[in-house]
């Protein structure tokens, strides 16, 4: 004879939630009754210790996947194995034992969009997304520093799990949102000053403020030219493996200055017409 064994214990009723409680309800449901059955308030230890165990599985998504739809377990008669391969055709939806491990269910693969600046120290987030079973899944990614965008990471074990077998994996697709006045090259950084045309002639300093919100001085030397990019060493973004850090390059673009006075014009021509005789 053959009896399928089910779990004995109704955790969801053990913490007085629904099967479709979100992770934030369970965790409210298990310090509500942990508080009122604790044994040092007067509560039963029986009931204090079953809340534990209710919380431990439903708390790990995938424990309480497991639990909602457990494996069934067989107890059979070793001298009646004639309908061995019957029983196992019934349970997976008519196909034939052949003593092969059960199918891997299907991987999920999911996109989630951070912001460049965010590349700089990489990102923690929750991310939800529906299985096939209807149930929402939701997990903590760590997105790592230096990441690109259309970088997959894999994290093992958060994929379907309708049918029997190992649980599929879950794919995380990497999108980088762009920052308006920043482009990026490898671990490198580009963006662009404004300086006043006047002041390249004579040499200037001006502030550059990284992608981090970090204010920086840059030298200007007399005479540069319209268009001139400096170079600041590893201040780009890191390397996604570990190694070096990219740099930013700085390019000028020169502004010619609006509104002067008469004064001010005059004194210019002046300088300009001393050129032309020299």
Partial sequence: MVHAISNCMDYYSILGVPKTATEKEIRKAYKTQSMKHHPDRGGDEEQFKKINEAYSTLKDPQKRAAYDRPEPQINFNSQNMGGFEDIFANMFGGARYTGARASRNPDITIRVN???????????????????????????????????????????????????????????????????????????????????????????????????????????????????????????????RGGRTGNLFVKINAVTPQNLNNDQLSKIKEVINGLKTN
């Fill in 114 to 240: 951070i912001d460049l600046s965010e590349v700089l120290i990489g990102k923690k987030l929750l991310a939800t997304y529906k299985l096939r079973n209807g149930q929402d899944q939701t997990v903590d990614l760590d997105i790592p520093a230096g990441c690109t965008d259309g970088d997959k990471i894999r994290f093992q074990g958060l994929g379907e799990n309708f049918i029997p077998g190992k649980r599929g994996d879950l794919f995380v697709v990497i999108g980088i949102r762009p920052k308006a006045g920043w482009d990026r090259r490898g671990d490198d950084l580009y963006t662009t000053v404004d300086v006043n045309s006047l002041e390249l002639i004579i040499g200037t300093k001006v502030i550059v403020t990284t992608l981090s919100g970090k204010q920086l001085e840059l030298r200007i030397p007399q005479g540069t030219k319209n268009g001139t990019t400096f170079s600041m060493p590893e201040l780009g973004l890191p390397n996604v």
